[in-house]
């Protein structure tokens, strides 16, 4: 089955320890992005990676990192988490960005205390 | 710059009755359009894209959306609402110019409540 994966689903976590929100896609997707939703805000970019080894910021990538070593694989990670950045996180990828839709992980829930 | 606005962000339907849930972009090119669908605790699903093909654009559920380009809108209509349908959508629209990074701009959703 054609998909994004995205894991943990939920992870609550404590100021200044660094995670790794892993993100899978089988579809041989050049293109991948992560996103960040917040109640009012709607989904803001915070990276995208045209293909392996092309990685650059979207609207808020303060306080995040990416690695696009292989194709299928995405991991964002936060160095040293803030409160600030309890929020939903999607990863999607899509064949070419902005053609034909993306398809979505099911999101990360990350809570930061 | 590209912009979306989905003009509800709440619209309560009756079960059976129809949808319309509306969307006005403002882009500088010719614009890719898309309709996603959040249901509660879950992922975001596409439900359709337009990409300059036919105008009236059939997707996934029984929902379609019609571009129209004199008015800049791309509302998403369904003849008849069930209970499954109550969930968040959200309007997208990417802009293609040819070389440049084709960003996504997101709608701030509209929350769809059927009623029995």
């Known amino acids: 089955e054609a998909q994004v994966t995205q894991n943990p689903r939920y992870l609550i976590t404590v100021t200044g320890k660094k995670l790794t929100v892993t993100c899978s896609q089988n579809m041989n997707h050049e293109y991948m992005s992560w996103y960040r939703q917040d109640p009012g805000l709607g989904l803001r970019q915070i990276y995208y990676?045209?293909?392996?080894?092309?990685?650059d910021k979207g609207d808020v990538p303060e306080g995040y990192k990416v690695s696009r070593k292989e194709k299928r694989n995405f991991p964002l990670i936060l160095e040293s988490p803030s409160p600030n950045q309890t929020s939903l996180y999607f990863c999607a990828s899509s064949l070419e960005q902005g053609r034909g839709g993306y398809t979505f992980g099911s999101g990360t829930r990350l809570t930061v205390v | 710059a590209q912009s979306v606005t989905q003009l509800d962000s709440h619209v309560s339907v009756s079960e059976g009755t129809p949808v319309l849930l509306r969307c006005n972009y403002s882009s500088s090119y010719s614009p890719s359009l898309f309709w996603y669908v959040q249901h509660p605790n879950k992922g975001l699903q596409l439900l359709l894209k337009y990409t300059s093909a036919a105008t009236l654009v059939k997707g996934i559920n029984g929902f379609e959306a019609e571009f129209k380009k004199s008015e800049t809108s791309f509302h998403l209509t369904k003849p008849s609402a069930h209970m499954s349908d109550a969930a968040e959508y959200f309007c997208v629209v990417s802009d293609r110019r040819a070389g440049n990074n084709r960003k996504l701009i997101w709608g701030l959703g509209t929350s769809l409540a059927v009623n029995p």
């Open positions: 990676s045209m293909n392996v080894e092309v990685t």
